[in-house]
Every structure is written in C-alpha cells, then in structure tokens.
C-alpha cells in the first residue's frame, strides 16, 4: 500500500510539472529578463562581516550584502551565521520590520539577542514597482486573448499550449478588469510530507486506506488587478489623485506595487519563477529555487537603502506637475502617506549552479 502511494504521488508530481511547464511557453519579454540572477564567481566566497561589540548592544560592520545584477537589481547575502552573545542586536536594515514578512502574518519580536543562521539568498534590491506587476498583467491579458482566439498548439492527446508566435495575427481587446483571471496548480509538499508519517505510522495498526494523493495537489484562480482603499486620505483631491492614477499612470511605474492580497502576491510569485525557469530550461540551463517572499532573518541581513521610508514619499517634480498640473502641492515638496498595504520583494535561495563548494 505504501509503495503504491509514492508511485501516485510521483505520478502526480510529474503531470504537474508537465502542465506548469507547457504553461509558460511564453514569448520572455525582455523586460523580466533581469529576473533571472546569477552571482559571479568573485562574490561567492566572500567575508561575512565584522562584529562589533560594545557594552549593551552588538552589530555588524562591513556585512556582505552585495549588490549584482543588471543595474543593480539583486542584492547578494552569502551563507552566514550570526551570533550576539547575548546582547541586544542592532541589525543592518533597523526598518526590517517593515517589510513584507508582515503579509503572511509573521510575528517578530524585539530582539535581545541573535544566535541563527542563513543560507545565501539574493533578494531584488527594490520593492516590486507597478510596471513590474504591469508585465504579468498584460501577459495575463495575451494569453487570454489567445486562447479565445483559437491559437492554441496540440502538446499531446491530453495537453495544449498557448502559441505566443501568433500574437500578432490577432486583434488586441481590453477586457473588463473583473475579467483578467490567473489560474495556476502547485503540490502542497508539506501536507504530502505529514500525510507519509501517517501512513507510516499506520503500518503497525489496523489497515487503513491512504489519503487520496490529489488532494495534495493545489488550484488557485485570482483577479490580477490590485484593490486599494485611499480611503484614509482627507484631503479629496490627493485621495482621488491616487484612486484615478496610482495603478495605471506611467508616472507612478517605479513605485511599488500595492493593493494585492497574500493569494494575488503568491500568484506573481510563482509566475516569476515558472519565467526564469522556462528561460532556463531553453537554454540548457538548471533551473532556480522559487521565487518567494523574505523571511523575517533574510530581511533583517538587506541593508537599508538610502531615502527609503516607511511611508510612500511621492516628489512633486516637473515630471509631476506635468502629469497632474496644479493642485494642493507645491514643487519640491513631497506628498507623504501611509502606504495602504505593505510593499514586497522577491527573494531566492541561492545554490551554485556548479558542481562544486564555494
């Protein structure tokens, strides 16, 4: 019975693959390409820092958050292992958190001491932007429209793909908001994993049946736009500025993306890692962790960047007043409010794609 469960299972692990794959044979824009991060051989041996103790509290100095890829993009923290002695810990990044740990609804104490360790992670060394977010929706909308238009290709008897070469032989459509749908699978290993003790411990009991192995197997559908309540700013016309504005206008491209739920930020997730992994594999290439968000201990080692607050600071520049015109703002001033979700980054586990320790 036992060995007839991990046959399924492994079955099903397969199937999903396969499917996840074929989903994704997509034409990469070069706009996610930098998504795909490799660290340099010079980077992947490197100090861990210097600690620096004084009477109540430690620190480290000269930590080796090292900033990489296309225009700094990625930052890179090797594998480490922090140790206070006992004294409270002043980490790199004191807004650490701030960050996006708090949407998955992670709670951090303060911190007397630290005795822990890290693997190597790279995370992005900016929240994801608006633009960024903009890609996978126009994705979304292109594979839509594809699909109803028939430009389908048969992979086998049971699967087919989008076929992203004809895109331009179809006519672009705007669809409702409402209707712009992502849908994708994943295995919960977690529960698979539990269930096998159960079954292991079952052996030396009464005989029961295993639980059905595609329950492990998850589905999400989720609406890719983001939903946003301004409705704490009192002053109307900058609440209705970022009501009109924030999600659409070119203006606020660079500016992180808010307004997504845990299921909505999963979703990108999981669509950024099935990008650079399909990239990878065209290339011949092993494939990377899953893109995911930070742990609180990742996010705590980022050094924090200059001018960042922990509020949502827009300047009020030419650019601005082009875009938007007069109003109850001066130029050279900034408008400050709070941000009405919490911004994230993308982090990855970072192993050598080489045969070799570093």
């Known amino acids: 019975m036992k060995r007839a469960y991990y046959n399924d299972m492994r079955k099903l692990v397969t ?3 396969i499917v996840a794959y074929h989903a994704v044979l997509s034409q990469l824009m070069n706009e996610t390409k930098w998504i795909d991060c490799d660290v340099p051989d010079r980077y992947r041996k490197v100090e861990r820092g210097i600690w620096n103790f004084d009477q109540d509290s430690a620190s480290v100095i000269n930590f080796p958050a090292i900033e990489l ?6 930052i890179f923290v090797p594998s480490t292992t922090l140790n206070s002695e006992g004294r409270v810990f002043i980490p790199p990044n004191p807004s650490f958190k701030f960050e996006d740990y708090q949407i998955i609804g992670l709670e951090f104490k303060e911190l007397d001491s630290v005795n822990f360790s890290v693997q190597s992670f790279i995370a992005s060394n900016n929240f994801v932007s608006n633009k960024d977010y903009q890609l996978f929706q126009k994705w979304v909308s292109d594979s839509i429209q594809l699909t109803k238009a028939g430009k389908l290709n048969k992979i086998d008897d049971y699967t087919t793909c989008v076929d992203w070469k004809k895109l331009n032989q179809i006519t672009p459509q705007n669809f409702p908001d ?16 539990n269930s096998s003790r159960l079954i292991n411990d079952s052996l030396n009991t009464e005989a029961s049946d295993p639980p059905n192995s595609g329950s492990f197997i998850k589905r999400a559908v989720f609406n890719v736009f983001p939903t946003i309540d301004w409705s704490f700013i009192e002053n109307d016309t900058i609440r209705q500025l970022f009501e009109r504005n924030y999600t659409s206008h070119h203006f606020f491209g660079n500016y992180p993306v808010l ?16 990008q650079v992994n399909f990239r990878r594999r065209s290339k011949n290439k092993m494939i990377k962790n899953d893109i995911r968000l930070g742990t609180p ?9 200059s001018g960042r607050s922990e509020k949502l600071r827009i300047l009020v520049d030419d650019a601005f007043l082009k875009a938007f015109g007069e109003g109850p ?27 070799r320790r570093f």
């Open 259 to 274: 307004g997504l739920d845990a299921i909505q930020i999963n979703g990108y997730l999981f669509w950024c890692t099935q």
């Open 69 to 74: 890829g296309q225009k700094d993009k990625w």
């Open 329 to 355: 703002w001066k130029k050279g001033e900034y408008l400050e409010v709070d941000y009405p979700t919490k911004p994230f980054r993308l982090v990855q586990t970072y192993t050598s794609q080489r045969k």
């Open 15 to 17: 199937i999903v693959f």
């Open 297 to 305: 201990w990742e996010l705590m080692l980022l050094p924090k960047k």
């Open 178 to 193: 409402d209707s712009l749908n992502y849908e994708y699978w994943w295995i919960d290993f977690k529960s698979a994993r």
